[in-house]
């Protein structure tokens, strides 16, 4: 089945910087990955997500961009605000199991 | 339109127990997804029902299971609990579509003594 490994499990920054988080996943004929914000005490929120056949796609502060070749993806926040300090999730469409696979998952600090 | 909605909210056992979880997802839904959350595993895939049929099952043993009913609602049961069981218990719904956008509830915090 799919893998997916999210880089790093922790990530300080000052409010105004750039923030990063990388995934790499395994099954090469996985088509969805979207990406999740989990606020303390409630579910997971979709906050963006992208398809196959899109390398790069934005909104607003947020862009993720996809290598198939490589099969990793990355999630990318401009001009941090404290409230975007959450715990954030990628995932990977298992096409096999027609299900999610998440990666282990990221908390973002950003720093006032 | 109201969002996924789990019961209850926490809830603690003792090993041996059996809980039953429920879940309602947002109306018009037919997928129900759960997923156990712990911090040294993440965000565990448990089982999908889709129209009251089980699609798909992840990787946990039996003592997990569940269903769905014809109103979507849908339930989760762990027999004969044990201290590994504390989680939190995410209930998602979709329209089940292949890859659409999964909604979450806030979960249910199992602890086992």
């Known amino acids: 089945g799919e893998n997916v490994e999210q880089h790093p499990s922790t990530l300080s920054v000052q409010e105004g910087d750039s923030a990063v988080i990388k995934c790499t996943y395994s099954?090469?004929?996985?088509?969805?990955f979207p990406w999740y914000k989990q606020e303390l005490g409630k579910g997971p929120q979709l906050i963006i997500d992208?398809?196959?056949?899109?390398g790069e796609k934005k909104d607003q502060r947020i862009a993720v961009t996809l290598n198939k070749t490589a099969k990793h993806f990355s999630l990318h926040i401009t001009e941090t605000q404290p409230e975007d300090s959450a715990v954030y999730f990628c995932?990977?469409?298992?096409?096999?199991?027609?299900?999610?696979?998440f990666g282990g998952g990221t908390r973002l600090m950003v720093k006032p | 339109k109201a969002g996924v909605t789990q019961t209850p909210r926490y809830l603690i056992k003792t090993r041996g127990q059996q809980v039953t979880l429920s879940c309602s997802p947002i109306s018009g839904h037919r997928s129900v997804s759960w997923y156990q959350q712990t911090p040294g595993q993440g965000l565990q895939f448990l089982f999908e029902?889709?129209?009251?049929?089980?699609?798909n099952k992840g990787n946990f043993p039996g003592r997990f299971s569940g269903r769905q009913f014809s109103n979507s609602r849908s339930e989760m049961n762990v027999s004969t609990l044990e201290l590994g069981d504390s989680a939190l218990y995410l209930c998602a719904s979709s329209e089940g579509q292949g890859t659409g956008e999964l909604f979450f509830g806030e979960g249910s915090r199992l602890t086992v003594l």
């Open positions: 995932a990977a469409h298992d096409n096999a199991g027609n299900m999610l696979t």
């Open positions: 099954d090469s004929a996985s088509n969805y």
């Open positions: 029902y889709f129209s009251e049929t089980q699609r």
């Open positions: 992208i398809r196959s056949n899109v």
